[in-house]
């Protein structure tokens, strides 16, 4: 056991072992602490294991691989996707990718296996999960990709954007402003971003937003339905909020057509209603989907693509830069704080010269 002050959940760790044939063990090259990791250590999710490491978030360096392994060797800078599928679960051959075999499997980096923040960690299948980083992309835009830019993403393919909808991003954190660049580059007219901090109103204006609505300044729901003459907006993608955010998007959602999404996480028991009348007692032709975001090779290596040729520039988002392996609880703090001019953070370690 070597000591390597992993995070905030435990200071020490057993060497990852390499699962061969197809496995392969890398070490960050830089890092950052997530609002998920947030909930992780203080929220009221499933029982994690009490030396868990965290961390989902991460550019890195592949360090060695398993005999198998056909397309990544020791020296490789990667983007680590933040869910990584098992590919070779059977349910995936019926699209069931992130929760093939049980509920948030794919979900497993920093959750159900071994997290990113540590001087080593371990993925099962490199060739499935890693995807290079491309000549000339920042460290910064790179990290972003691997949990912001597909979340948001995702809520926006979920909602199957198309060219001149009005949509509704709800919450313009690091995920909600991947969200706006999502669906702006899909096609919507009118995004209608919802959010106070400045240094977000900034970055959802630069991202696609047309409008920012001020969740504090009255009914969510009717400033809405006031923008767009009482029909409301084609799609609302939920990126923040409180437990009122989806009776509040289906008020907002036109009849017959609009499509609610939630990436949101929603903290505590209870349940997320239906309100009986905007839902049109169960008939108002309204689609909702809850979301995990979409991880995998492929998938990374594209959203890479968008930042190679210029259309993302999704490292704008990191506004605090730590150095130091040890800085990572401070980066943790931030996210838990969020300071009214922090959007993300990146952790570079000192353990290696970058
Ligand atoms: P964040 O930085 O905390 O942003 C939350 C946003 O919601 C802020 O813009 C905030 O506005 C806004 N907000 C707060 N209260 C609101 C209200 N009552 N009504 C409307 N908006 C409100 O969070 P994040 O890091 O972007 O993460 C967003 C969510 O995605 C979290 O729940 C996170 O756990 C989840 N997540 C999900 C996935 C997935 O795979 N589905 C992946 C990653 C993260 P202010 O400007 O006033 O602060
Ligand atoms: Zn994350």
Known sequence: MKERGLAVITDSAPEPELQEPYGAILTPVAMAPCTSDVNTVYGTGSKKPDDLILGHECVARVVRVGKKVRDFAPGDLVAVPAITPDWRNPEIQEGNDRHAGRPFSGNALGRSIPGVFAEYFAVEDADTTLAKVPEGVSLQDALMCVDMVTTGFTGAEAAEIRFGDTVVVMGIGPVG???????????????????????????????????????????????????????????????????????????????????????????????????????????????????????????????????????????????????GFDRIADGLELMRQKPADLVKVMVTPDWRQV
Request: proline fraction near 3%; aromatic fraction near 4%; charged fraction near 25%.
């Open 177 to 323: 402003l991947m969200a706006v660049q999502g669906a702006a580059l899909l096609g919507a007219a009118r995004i209608l971003a919802v959010g106070t901090r400045p240094v977000c109103v900034k970055l959802a204006k630069e991202f696609g937003a047309t409008e920012i609505l001020d969740y504090k300044k009255g009914d969510l729901a009717k400033q809405v339905l006031e923008k767009t003459g009482g029909t409301g907006a084609d799609a609302v993608i939920i990126c923040g909020g409180n437990d009122e955010a989806m009776h509040q998007a289906i008020e907002m959602v036109r009849y017959g057509i609009g499509r609610v999404v939630n990436v949101k996480h929603y903290p505590g028991e209870g349940d997320i209603g239906i309100p009986k009348f905007s839902g049109g007692r169960g008939m108002a032709g309204k689609t909702v989907k809850l979301e995990l975001c979409r991880g995998g090779r492929v998938r990374m290596e594209r959203i890479l693509r968008m930042v190679q040729y210029g259309r993302i520039c999704p490292g704008k988002m990191i506004t605090h830069q730590l150095s």
